[in-house]
Antibody, heavy 118, light 112 residues
Framework: QVQLQQSGAELAKPGSSVKISCKAS????????ISWIKQTTGQGLEYIGY????????NYNEKFKGKATLTVDKSSSTAFMQLSSLTPDDSAVYYC???????????WGQGTLVTVSS | DVVMTQTPPSLSVAIGQSVSISCKSSQSLVYSDGKTYLHWLLQSSGRSPKRLIYQVSNLDSGVPDRFSGTGSQKDFTLKISRVEAKDLGVYYCAQTTHFPPTFGAGTKLELK
């Protein structure tokens, strides 16, 4: 079965960076893009961008350009998102998600909590 | 970006009742291929979102037919008939017609 297993919670200091992972299993990794979504109590669900897991090509929501960097390691079927120059506003749960032949957001990781605090 | 407006923000329901949730978009969600990429998700407490309906009215595998989605252009509705306890949580509409995808603010369905 399709699974997206995300890395554990992160506590980071303002100005630093974090890199969270999303390990895929149960399907051919390069057959589907991986999307990343941010969830906060205040802003709800926000779409960060997606990565073409075959080519490594990316497309970012303008809001997250310069903040998020999406990469993949095909050898381990893992997608990564690096968040840089962290501020308290980056504190959130971050999800990776994959679509299906019927459309987007069909499968989700369990979420990674990122807390930015000094 | 396309703004998705969901109403009501919350609903109190008794088991067995039927409810409807509205989702309105700031732009038409009809894509150039003629399809409408409006989807509904449910996030149960402490869990990741789960997609229930894709492209307005298509139920995902395993979703009971008590759920139905209707609508067109900019106006969409999710109806849940005979609510069960496992239906409780926050419902989101999401559009993927326009980039970036955007989500409604959610409708919290809770027990009366």
């Amino acid at each position: 079965q399709v699974q997206l297993q995300q890395s554990g919670a992160e506590l980071a200091k303002p100005g630093s960076s974090v890199k969270i992972s999303c390990k895929a299993s149960g399907y051919t990794f390069t057959s589907y893009y991986i999307s990343w979504i941010k969830q906060t109590t205040g802003q709800g669900l926000e779409y960060i961008g997606y990565i073409n897991t075959g080519s490594g090509g990316t497309n970012y929501n303008e809001k997250f350009k310069g903040k998020a960097t999406l990469t993949v390691d095909k050898s381990s079927s893992t997608a990564f998102m690096q968040l840089s120059s962290l501020t308290p506003d980056d504190s959130a749960v971050y999800y990776c998600a994959r679509g299906s032949n019927s459309g987007p957001f069909a499968y989700w990781g369990q979420g990674t909590l990122v807390t930015v605090s000094s | 970006d396309v703004v998705m407006t969901q109403t009501p923000p919350s609903l109190s329901v008794a088991i067995g009742q039927s409810v409807s949730i509205s989702c309105k978009s700031s732009q038409s969600l009809v894509y150039s291929d003629g399809k409408t990429y409006l989807h509904w998700l449910l996030q149960s407490s402490g869990r990741s979102p789960k997609r229930l309906i894709y492209q307005v009215s298509n139920l995902d595998s395993g979703v009971p037919d008590r759920f139905s989605g209707t609508g067109s252009q900019k106006d969409f509705t999710l109806k849940i008939s005979r609510v069960e306890a496992k239906d409780l949580g926050v419902y989101y509409c999401a559009q993927t017609t326009h980039f970036p995808p955007t989500f409604g603010a959610g409708t919290k369905l809770e027990l009366k």
